[in-house]
């Protein structure tokens, strides 16, 4: 009783925290619009001479491939500052009686909370900017959101390793950008090494969503499979960092 | 031995009743290693020895550096130490020097949170709220976000929270800086008030003229602590310093209900199950 109250309590915690603070609403409504869209318009811009290996057209490709990387860039640098700002206050926490594990508990749920936010914002905008509409918008919201899962995860473990704003937030957009080049397709590579971009099979999801109005069922296994990686290595970082007091 | 800070500790003895001494700690050394070559260790602590008894208020002076903060937090559990024996009896309320609050929760909602981390339910978590609020005259600010609270305010909060499980042993570090003149005659007139309910308060002060306000110091030098008991015409003088309400408040806290006994050696039995 006591455990499911103090989660209860800690999640509210660290979610009105979040959406208290104007600048992550701000963002939070403005980067995966302005993302869909500057992809969208600058991929559109190629002549289609087939230079890129692009399943729908250019444009498509660019918007679905804005907003993974605005899903994912906006989840994990909002799981870094979370991180960064509560973890001694966290460690004051769990001496006061919250157990690590519910701390951990606490943190998955709002990055849980957060990451659905985001990719329902990123969704909207993607069904607000196609011409062509989204296919299955649900679909495309839950590879969105195994999308921002993943990268809040990741968020938290680098702002645990390493807990500082700006080099934690220039690690994490230059692995979300990166991760989503090999993730968009739009270039011919070996699928052995694309496989491993945390990326790669929610792209996929919300690729079929968008283009095929299907749930591409064969790239969730895979990705969730991320998420529990992800989130295990979470909490072990999570878990020393508390332990030392606070300190990586 | 792990600290007990008041959650999930039902059923277990009370300290107050059972153990003259609340925090013991023998022999205690600590280093801090650099990780970095060509940086050398620190030797912060050398077979430091320090007792805090129910009802003792205990000053621990030394200049800065000499590693208060870090004896502090070996006795609050916080922190390893690398030799030597550290026992708590009862729970421990350490008050950090730092805040350690989330910024952008209220003062309500931090009372809340740790309320929840202690295991106290919602009444319990209001009335120590009420009663700290009051007492450390804080509680026009009960709806405002931490980090825009000034920084007076914020102490009084990290010392609230330490405060609001009512635990048998507390560990202050530098407690009342950034306090008001009234404040800090309130935390003194609080911390006579819960000598006398026997709760152990260990306080880190630089302020020397506080000496005769404790029953006994400990001066840090080089590592090693030296004990000073503080004369009987010196001890605590227990009237109130400030407008003498405080202790009235505070009284009527502990005594609320009419459960809670009032002369310091029984425990209440309001505030976190023990």
């Known amino acids: 009783m006591n455990a499911s109250r103090r989660i209860t309590t800690g999640v509210r915690a660290s979610t009105v ?84 594990v519910e701390l951990v508990g606490s943190r998955f749920v709002t990055v849980l909370a957060v990451s659905l936010v985001i990719s329902a914002v990123s969704t909207g905008t993607l069904v607000a900017l196609l011409s062509t509409g989204v296919g299955a918008p649900l679909a495309a919201l839950a590879g969105l959101t195994l999308a921002g899962l993943i990268y809040g995860l990741l968020g938290l473990v680098v702002g645990t390793a390493l807990p500082r704003e700006l080099e934690g937030s220039l690690v994490l957009v230059m692995l979300a950008d990166m991760d989503n080049v090999f993730a968009s397709g739009l270039f011919d590579i070996d699928e052995s090494i694309t496989q491993f971009a945390p990326l790669s099979h929610p792209h996929e999801i919300v690729r079929q969503a968008v283009v095929d109005g299907t749930l591409a069922t064969g790239h969730v296994l895979p990705a969730l499979a991320h998420v529990f990686a992800f989130a295990l290595l979470g909490v072990g970082v999570y878990a020393t960092t508390i332990a030392n007091g606070g300190d990586a | 031995m792990s600290a007990r800070y008041g959650a999930d ?94 910024d952008r929760l209220t003062v309500d909602e931090t009372f809340r949170l740790f309320g929840r981390a202690y295991g106290m339910d919602d009444d319990e978590i209001a009335d120590a709220r009420d009663w700290l609020v009051d007492v450390l005259d804080f509680e026009r600010f009960r709806d405002r976000r931490v980090d ?43 911390t006579a008030e819960l000598r006398e309910r026997g709760v152990g308060v260990a306080v880190i002060s630089h302020i020397i003229s506080e000496r005769d306000r404790f029953d006994v110091i400990y001066e840090l030098h080089e590592g090693h602590l030296h004990r000073q008991e503080v004369g009987e ?37 309001q505030g976190v199950s023990r």
């Open chain 1, 17 to 100: 925290s979040f959406f208290r603070e104007p600048l992550n609403v701000a963002l939070l409504l403005a980067l995966p619009a302005l993302s869909v869209q500057i992809y969208g318009v600058s991929l559109a811009q190629f002549p289609d001479v087939g230079l890129f290996d692009a399943a729908g057209s250019l444009e498509t490709t660019g918007r679905i491939t804005g907003a993974v990387f605005a899903t994912g860039a906006l989840a994990g640098v909002l799981g870094l500052f979370q991180m960064i700002s509560a973890r001694n206050a966290d460690h004051r926490l769990s001496l006061c009686g919250f157990r690590p």
């Open chain 2, 233 to 269: 015409d010196e001890t605590v003088d227990s009237d109130p310093t400030a407008d003498g309400a405080s202790c009235e408040r505070t009284a009527a806290f502990f005594d609320r209900g009419g459960s809670a006994a009032t002369d310091g050696g029984d425990a209440p039995e």
């Open chain 2, 148 to 190: 825009r609270l000034s920084g007076g305010n914020r102490r009084k909060l990290t010392l609230s929270v330490s405060l609001m499980h009512d635990p048998d042993v507390l560990l202050l570090d530098e407690p009342y800086t950034g306090f008001d003149w009234e404040t800090f005659l309130a935390f003194w007139d609080l």
């Open chain 2, 9 to 102: 500790i039902e059923g277990e003895a009370n300290g107050r009743e059972e153990a003259e001494s609340v925090v013991t700690a023998s022999g205690v050394a600590k280093t801090y290693d650099s990780v970095l070559p060509f940086r050398r260790s620190v030797d912060v602590l050398e077979n430091a020895t320090l007792e805090v008894d129910r009802g003792e208020v205990v000053g621990i002076m030394g200049e800065n550096g000499s590693g208060k903060s870090t004896l502090m937090q070996i006795l609050a559990g916080v922190l390893d130490h690398d030799d030597g024996d550290v026992d708590r009896a009862g729970t421990v309320g350490w008050c950090p020097q730092e805040p350690r609050l989330y």
